[in-house]
T-cell receptor
Framework: KQEVTQIPAALSVPEGENLVLNCSFT??????LQWFRQDPGKGLTSLLL?????REQTSGRLNASLDKSSGRSTLYIAASQPGDSATYLC?????FGAGTRLTVKP | EADIYQTPRYLVIGTGKKITLECSQT?????MYWYQQDPGMELHLIHY???????EKGDLSSESTVSRIRTEHFPLTLESARPSHTSQYLC?????????FGSGTRLTVV
């Protein structure tokens, strides 16, 4: 059974800082690797999808990379803003990590 | 705008009642999923379907059941609600372009 782990569980940074969120998975035979954002009490909003044949995807200030050999993915957020405050989850196959709760302080 | 529609958005119901949480999608996706998520906690897979008349149980032991009679419809039923069922229930579909989630149903059993 696929297991997905996210580190750190929580992160607090000042506005403007660049940051990296980490995701690791146990089964390297991935389907797709997808990063989501979840605001409190809400559903999940897709941020980036990396196909199994790809190594990275970019959208605005977000960049996600995938290293299948090591079973890891990272989400890089540049020039963080208070509006980025949310929980970020990664997904591999049907399993999700527990998420990283990000707080960006003004 | 979400292409996965979940109703109701919020539900408060008494113990022992039978309830059905609705999930519909207009995209013709074959793969659909139900996840349970307690506040601030991780998502747990409770049921999934790969198409009409196909349903499977997920990782979390659940007293719920699902059906998939039509591609666009994947309802979740609790025969007898209990306070331990209080949680948020998220429905999703998936293709090669990834998951699409509904807004969720927040269920409270009193």
């Amino acid at each position: 059974k696929q297991e997905v782990t996210q580190i750190p569980a929580a992160l607090s940074v000042p506005e403007g800082e660049n940051l990296v969120l980490n995701c690791s998975f146990t089964d390297s035979a991935i389907y797709n690797l997808q990063w989501f954002r979840q605001d409190p009490g809400k559903g999940l909003t897709s941020l980036l999808l990396i196909q199994s044949s790809q190594r990275e995807q970019t959208s605005g200030r977000l960049n996600a990379s995938l290293d299948k050999s090591s079973g890891r993915s990272t989400l890089y957020i540049a020039a963080s803003q208070p509006g980025d405050s949310a929980t970020y989850l990664c997904n591999n196959d049907m399993r999700f990590g527990a998420g990283t709760r990000l707080t960006v302080k003004p | 705008e979400a292409d996965i529609y979940q109703t109701p958005r919020y539900l408060v119901i008494g113990t022992g009642k039978k309830i059905t949480l609705e999930c519909s999608q207009t995209m013709g996706h074959d793969k659909m999923y139900w996840y349970q998520q307690d506040p601030g906690m991780e998502l747990h897979l409770i049921h999934y379907s790969y198409g009409v008349n196909s349903t499977e149980k997920g990782d979390l032991s659940s007293e719920s059941t699902v059906s998939r009679i039509r591609t666009e419809h994947f309802p979740l039923t609790l025969e007898s609600a209990r306070p331990s069922h209080t949680s948020q229930y998220l429905c999703a579909s998936r293709t090669g372009h990834g998951y699409t989630f509904g807004s969720g149903t927040r269920l409270t059993v009193v």
